[in-house]
């Protein structure tokens, strides 16, 4: 399995940002200052890049030398461009694509990256901000299907949902207050899943501009399932309708 990778030292992070390595994640000493941790956390705002301001305790854990109050993880997979995956689409094929809103658990992420895999979908989108990174943890519980399967990332999941539209791509989102079911949606034609988060859904202002908001029946007494395993449901679902 391959890990992610850390890196240490504000100027070595500096560098890896500015030569376009896939940065997951910040790591930076709480409280931490000076010049060039400044200009560290200028450069991950300008690219977009999420950043945890953690105690020193985490960041030795992370990095066995001098990590100078900074430790990034670069991600095992490079991102793909949207709008290019989306150009070398056949269309005529029906593809699925899934964009993910704010999932943040990693294992989570590992899971519906997997079935993902397994039910054909062409290509994951997540945005820079508010998403798991994908590290060890998410490659294993992905099974290493996070190596066969397309994955980009946005600034915003509605940008990637009005490009979906501009592509003939219909929208369909998750979210338990939908009118409609998941079986009342015609998923035979090119389409593209929008999944929230557990904590609070999807975004209310991409849940607007969506071409369908639909839900899973629900039978017991607790509202809501885990964002996997609801993703796992409607997965199938595209694929029942395509057989």
């Known amino acids: 399995m391959q890990e992610t990778t850390y890196i240490y030292g504000i100027r070595a992070i500096i560098e890896a940002i500015e030569s376009d ?4 994640k ?3 000493l709480k409280d931490g200052d000076g010049v060039l941790l400044n200009q560290l956390k200028s450069v991950a705002r300008e690219n977009n890049i999420n950043v945890s301001y953690v105690p020193s305790e985490k960041l030795d854990h992370l990095a066995k030398g001098n990590h100078q109050g900074a430790v990034a993880s670069i991600s095992p997979v490079k991102f793909q461009d949207l709008e290019q995956l989306l150009e070398n689409t056949d269309l005529s094929s029906q593809p699925c694509f899934l964009l993910l809103d ?6 989570n992420f590992g899971a519906i990256i997997r079935t993902a895999e397994c039910t054909g979908v062409q290509g994951i989108v997540i ?8 590290n060890g943890a998410t490659v294993k519980t992905s099974a290493g299907a996070v190596f066969n399967i397309p994955i980009c990332k946005v600034a915003h999941i509605k940008d990637a949902v009005y490009l979906m539209q501009a592509y003939g791509i219909q929208t ?3 979210s338990e207050k939908a009118d409609q079911l998941i079986y009342d949606v015609d998923l035979k034609q090119p389409t593209a899943i929008v999944m929230g988060s557990e904590e609070r859904g999807i975004n209310p202002s991409t849940l607007k501009v969506l071409d369908h908001t639909i839900k899973l029946p629900m039978a017991g007494e607790i509202a809501s399932l885990n964002v996997s395993v609801a993703c796992g449901a409607i997965l199938y679902e595209v694929v029942r ?3």
Do not use: N
């Open 21 to 24: 390595k896939d940065i997951s």
């Open 26 to 28: 910040i790591y930076l």
């Open 102 to 107: 704010g999932v943040t658990d990693v294992r």
């Open 127 to 134: 945005a820079e901000k508010g998403s798991a990174p994908i």
């Open 172 to 174: 369909v989102g998750a």
């Open 241 to 243: 309708q395509r057989l």
